[in-house]
């Protein structure tokens, strides 16, 4: 027998199957990992079975054998292989690219391993009785007591128990299990244990009561899954138990005898997001994103490959979990760029769902109370189906909010970060002994340093970009490669002292609060507070549990979280997303509001909202500010409509990333020179005509520079028409032929413009 085998190394040139015998005392299959000799060296190298050729002869004599098989156990299903081809096939990537995403990184290489504990017993067919009486002299004492307790404890027991736990019990007992070890009073065996991530008990939940509006949307999917068919966008408001319907939703794909998928967009909402999920479906729920241990993510990837798992929660790379017979995917807060890989395979999410999907006959839910513009463009034009529910459940009103032009706040005076109405706003609910998120979504004390002698703004080295205050270190540091600089005294341009700090930050917020509220307390959650193992978990935690009354954070504190006892919601800074150069700025930054907002009085108490910003007119915040999203899609469709933007074009862009500055302008000269010839031949056969192509521009990145690599850009826009397809497939077709180490495969309305 014959395998088809993808060796693991990523390279163009070796972007094929390879053909090995499969020797005859060796089960293997379709989908194993395996070990074989490769090159002319025959190096050890892993790979992966993709076909096998029961009948093929002729070839073996000059073929290699595999060395062995890797696990005893499959570690790609048959649908992963068929999404892996998938994949290559429409983002143009390896195929050991797309297999590696289906696989916990650990498992390559055999860099973790099961975790297995060491157990004793008691000998099979031992005399209990003669062995203790031998434990005694003659004159009746214990030889030894250790001993004598260790027996005593496992024939109480009735079963095994790990060395551990007995030495827990018992001082001493190493050296006396290994006596009893050598005289054959004890059989020393092992087990295999799981790595638990999320060990504390949670709170059994049962089906809540619903509102009509999610009754409609749960009867909707129910019937999908009995049909093995249908996408949806769930469009509900804050508050509307949009979970609640996922929940009993994937209660009905588990009596149906299949399984489901859940996706969250931030490692700081799965927290939250498992224990609910425990609390309904116990032991069935395994949970997948980045910040697990090794060990951690390598043993919920197995029980989930064992089919001990019914659920799986977690951030995107969750999509690929070994889930056999699949009825549900739901993708939540569905909206979020996370969604979309920034490495090869550059891939979205929502897309290859909704292919596993297909695959597997599964229901695909997408869920959101900002639903993505392109979405529910989608769902207008009925590729979606849209379900809405508009309401908060139980009659729950959504938060008052009041929009706070700082610009009269300054002229009457007030310099604070806090305005009048935030202030007096903060001190009643304080009062009240309820609680407050404040929310800006800027890292650090100031966003710049700069000299008020000659206007100097200090740059990091590597990157071009400001540096940012943090004040707790007294450093500065790049919040793109990560560099620490010290604050000079002097400015380096001009030599004088006028070193000043701008723009506010997370830590000023804090403190700025701390000065104004100080019997109060504070939390702060943001990439500086929540690098530690668990950060999330503790932050969150705590401030369910009311050891703080404010909770100060970036965008990990707008979505997704439910504090009962929040009713008070302060932006700080409105206008920090309205400006940058991404046709996405006015969409993410009427997200970003509506989503916090949505974080007050989800529960009995009425919540209110406070945004301070400098463009109090603006169509983000002023439908925010109304919770009108089909008031802001209609705005900005229309938008996007007259400019020809996406949906209304295609947006692709590629990325060239070199040492040399002069090397990347021309790359991207180079490359936009044969985009535009393969781009007009395109056309031309087709009988099309050029107006089509609205943009192909070579130019320098917004960030030009990062970690020391200059990053210059091909921006290509052209009109969505019968002919898109077509131009797309021929840009593909020039990547793939002028593949080079330096320039990035192109991108299809890339998520970031940075």
Same mark, same amino acid.
């Given at each position: 027998?014959?395998a088809?085998?993808?060796?693991?190394?990523?390279?163009?040139?070796?972007?094929r199957?390879f053909?090995?015998?499969?020797?005859?005392d060796?089960?293997?299959?379709v989908?194993?990992?395996v070990?074989?000799?490769?090159?002319?060296?025959?190096?050890?190298?892993?790979?992966?079975?993709?076909g096998?050729?029961?009948?093929?002869?002729?070839?073996?004599?000059?073929?290699?054998?595999?060395?062995? +098989?890797?696990?005893?156990?499959?570690?790609?299903? !048959?649908?992963?292989?068929?999404?892996?081809?998938?994949?290559?096939?429409?983002?143009?990537? %390896?195929l050991?690219?797309?297999?590696?995403? /289906?696989?916990?990184?650990?498992?390559?290489?055999?860099?973790?391993?099961?975790?297995?504990?060491?157990?004793?017993?008691?000998?099979?067919?031992?005399d209990?009785?003669?062995?203790?009486?031998?434990?005694?002299? @003659?004159?009746?004492?214990?030889?030894?007591?250790v001993?004598?307790?260790?027996?005593?404890?496992?024939?109480?027991?009735?079963?095994?128990?790990?060395?551990?736990?007995?030495?827990?019990?018992?001082?001493?007992?190493?050296s006396?299990?290994?006596?009893?070890?050598r005289?054959?009073?004890?059989?020393e065996?092992?087990r295999t244990v799981?790595?638990?991530?999320? /060990?504390? &008990?949670?709170?059994?939940?049962?089906?809540?009561?619903? +509102?009509?509006?999610?009754e409609?949307?749960?009867?909707?999917i129910?019937?999908?899954?009995?049909?093995?068919?249908?996408?949806?966008?769930?469009?509900?408001?804050?508050?509307?138990?949009?979970?609640?319907?996922?929940?009993?939703?994937?209660?009905?794909?588990?009596?149906?005898?299949?399984?489901?998928?859940?996706?969250?967009?931030?490692?700081?909402?799965?927290?939250?997001t498992?224990?609910?999920?425990?609390?309904?479906?116990?032991?069935?729920?395994?949970?997948?994103?980045?910040?697990?241990? !090794?060990?951690?993510?390598?043993?919920?990837?197995?029980?989930?490959?064992?089919?001990?798992?019914?659920?799986?929660?977690?951030?995107?790379?969750?999509?690929?979990?070994?889930?056999?017979?699949?009825?549900?995917?739901?993708?939540?807060?569905?909206?979020?760029? $996370?969604?979309?890989?920034?490495?090869?395979?550059? #891939?979205?999410?929502?897309?290859?769902?909704?292919?596993?999907?297909?695959?597997?006959g599964?229901?695909l839910?997408?869920? $959101?109370a900002?639903?993505?513009?392109?979405?529910?463009f989608?769902?207008?034009?009925?590729?979606l189906?849209?379900?809405e529910?508009p309401?908060?459940?139980?009659?729950?009103?959504?938060?008052?909010?009041?929009?706070?032009?700082?610009?009269?706040?300054?002229?009457?005076?007030?310099?604070?970060?806090?305005?009048?109405?935030?202030?007096n706003?903060?001190k009643?609910?304080?009062?009240?002994?309820?609680?407050?998120?404040?929310?800006?979504?800027?890292?650090? #004390?100031?966003?710049?340093?700069?000299?008020?002698?000659?206007?100097?703004?200090?740059?990091?080295?590597?990157?071009?970009?400001?540096?940012?205050?943090?004040? !707790?270190?007294?450093?500065m =540091?790049?919040?793109?490669?990560?560099?620490?600089?010290?604050?000079?005294?002097?400015?380096?341009?001009?030599?004088?002292p006028?070193? =000043? #700090?701008?723009?506010?930050?997370?830590?000023?917020?804090?403190?700025?609060?701390?000065?104004?509220? $100080?019997?109060?307390?504070? %939390?702060?959650?943001?990439?500086?507070?929540?690098?530690?193992?668990?950060?999330?978990q503790?932050?969150?935690?705590?401030?369910?549990?009311?050891?703080?009354?404010?909770?100060?954070?970036?965008?990990?504190?707008?979505?997704?979280?439910?504090? @009962?006892?929040?009713?008070?919601?302060?932006?700080?800074?409105?206008?920090?997303?309205?400006?940058?150069?991404?046709?996405?700025?006015?969409e993410?930054?009427?997200?970003?509001?509506?989503?916090?907002?949505?974080?007050?009085?989800?529960? @009995?108490?009425?919540?209110?909202?406070?945004?301070?910003?400098?463009?109090?007119d603006?169509p983000?915040?002023?439908f925010?500010? =109304?919770?009108d999203?089909?008031?802001?899609?209609?705005?900005?469709?229309?938008?996007?409509?007259? $400019?020809?933007?996406?949906?209304?074009?295609?947006?692709?862009?590629?990325?060239?990333?070199? &040492?040399?500055e002069?090397l990347?302008? &021309?790359l991207?000269?180079?490359?936009?020179?044969?985009?535009?010839?393969?781009?007009?031949?395109t056309?031309?056969?087709?009988?099309?005509?050029?107006?089509e192509? %609205? %943009?192909? /521009?070579a130019?320098?990145?917004?960030?030009?520079?990062?970690?020391g690599?200059?990053?210059?850009?091909?921006? /290509?826009?052209?009109?969505?028409?019968?002919?898109?397809?077509?131009?797309?497939?021929?840009?593909?077709?020039?990547?793939?032929?002028?593949?080079?180490?330096?320039?990035s495969f192109? &991108?299809?309305?890339?998520?970031?413009m940075?």
């Amino acid at each position: 027998m014959i395998a088809n085998v993808s060796v693991d190394i990523a390279h163009s040139n070796i972007d094929r199957l390879f053909s090995y015998i499969v020797p005859e005392d060796m089960d293997v299959s379709v989908g194993h990992r395996v070990l074989v000799p490769f090159g002319a060296g025959n190096r050890k190298t892993e790979g992966f079975v993709i076909g096998l050729d029961y009948e093929a002869q002729s070839a073996q004599g000059s073929l290699k054998q595999i060395i062995r +098989t890797l696990e005893p156990y499959t570690v790609l299903l !048959p649908d992963q292989l068929e999404l892996a081809k998938w994949m290559v096939k429409n983002y143009k990537c %390896l195929l050991v690219e797309a297999l590696r995403v /289906m696989i916990p990184a650990q498992l390559r290489g055999g860099r973790v391993k099961e975790k297995r504990i060491r157990t004793v017993r008691l000998a099979d067919g031992i005399d209990i009785d003669a062995v203790i009486s031998k434990m005694y002299s @003659k004159n009746g004492k214990l030889k030894s007591a250790v001993q004598y307790e260790i027996v005593d404890m496992l024939q109480k027991a009735g079963c095994e128990m790990s060395v551990k736990d007995i030495c827990g019990f018992i001082p001493g007992a190493q050296s006396a299990i290994s006596s009893l070890l050598r005289k054959g009073v004890l059989e020393e065996d092992g087990r295999t244990v799981y790595r638990q991530p999320y /060990m504390d &008990e949670v709170a059994v939940t049962q089906p809540l009561s619903m +509102t009509p509006a999610q009754e409609t949307a749960l009867s909707e999917i129910i019937w999908a899954i009995d049909s093995r068919h249908g996408s949806y966008l769930l469009h509900g408001v804050t508050g509307s138990g949009k979970t609640e319907v996922y929940m009993q939703a994937i209660s009905h794909a588990l009596s149906a005898g299949g399984t489901a998928i859940v996706l969250v967009p931030e490692i700081s909402l799965t927290p939250q997001t498992v224990d609910r999920f425990r609390g309904r479906f116990g032991d069935r729920v395994a949970v997948l994103h980045s910040r697990l241990s !090794p060990g951690e993510r390598f043993d919920e990837w197995r029980r989930i490959r064992l089919g001990r798992v019914s659920v799986v929660v977690g951030a995107r790379s969750a999509l690929f979990a070994p889930l056999e017979n699949i009825r549900l995917i739901v993708i939540d807060e569905e909206h979020e760029q $996370s969604y979309y890989s920034e490495t090869s395979p550059r #891939y979205s999410a929502i897309d290859v769902a909704s292919h596993r999907c297909s695959l597997n006959g599964a229901v695909l839910v997408l869920g $959101s109370a900002t639903p993505a513009l392109n979405d529910y463009f989608k769902a207008m034009r009925g590729r979606l189906t849209l379900l809405e529910m508009p309401d908060r459940i139980s009659g729950i009103p959504m938060p008052r909010v009041e929009v706070v032009d700082m610009r009269k706040e300054f002229l009457k005076g007030n310099s604070s970060i806090f305005s009048t109405s935030l202030y007096n706003s903060l001190k009643e609910c304080l009062d009240r002994g309820e609680q407050a998120i404040l929310f800006i979504n800027r890292r650090g #004390y100031s966003t710049f340093v700069s000299c008020r002698g000659c206007g100097h703004v200090f740059s990091c080295p590597d990157c071009d970009v400001s540096m940012t205050y943090h004040k !707790p270190e007294a450093c500065m =540091k790049c919040h793109y490669c990560g560099r620490i600089s010290r604050i000079p005294d002097k400015c380096p341009e001009c030599g004088k002292p006028y070193i =000043k #700090y701008f723009g506010i930050g997370t830590q000023q917020v804090e403190e700025q609060f701390l000065k104004y509220f $100080s019997v109060y307390t504070a %939390l702060r959650m943001d990439m500086d507070t929540t690098g530690a193992r668990n950060a999330h978990q503790r932050i969150l935690k705590a401030f369910e549990n009311k050891e703080a009354q404010v909770l100060i954070g970036t965008q990990m504190v707008a979505k997704g979280l439910d504090i @009962k006892n929040v009713t008070l919601v302060g932006v700080i800074a409105a206008d920090a997303m309205l400006h940058i150069p991404d046709f996405r700025s006015c969409e993410r930054t009427f997200q970003l509001l509506t989503q916090v907002a949505g974080r007050a009085g989800r529960h @009995k108490k009425q919540g209110e909202v406070i945004i301070q910003t400098y463009s109090p007119d603006h169509p983000a915040v002023t439908f925010a500010s =109304k919770h009108d999203y089909k008031g802001f899609y209609d705005y900005e469709i229309a938008q996007r409509r007259a $400019s020809l933007f996406p949906p209304y074009s295609a947006f692709i862009r590629v990325l060239i990333c070199t &040492e040399e500055e002069r090397l990347a302008e &021309e790359l991207s000269e180079q490359y936009a020179n044969g985009i535009r010839e393969i781009v007009e031949n395109t056309l031309k056969s087709r009988g099309a005509k050029s107006s089509e192509v %609205l %943009l192909i /521009m070579a130019s320098p990145a917004p960030v030009k520079r990062r970690q020391g690599i200059y990053r210059y850009q091909v921006l /290509m826009r052209f009109a969505r028409t019968r002919n898109t397809p077509a131009l797309v497939d021929a840009i593909y077709d020039y990547a793939l032929s002028n593949r080079r180490e330096e320039i990035s495969f192109p &991108e299809i309305n890339p998520m970031d413009m940075f």
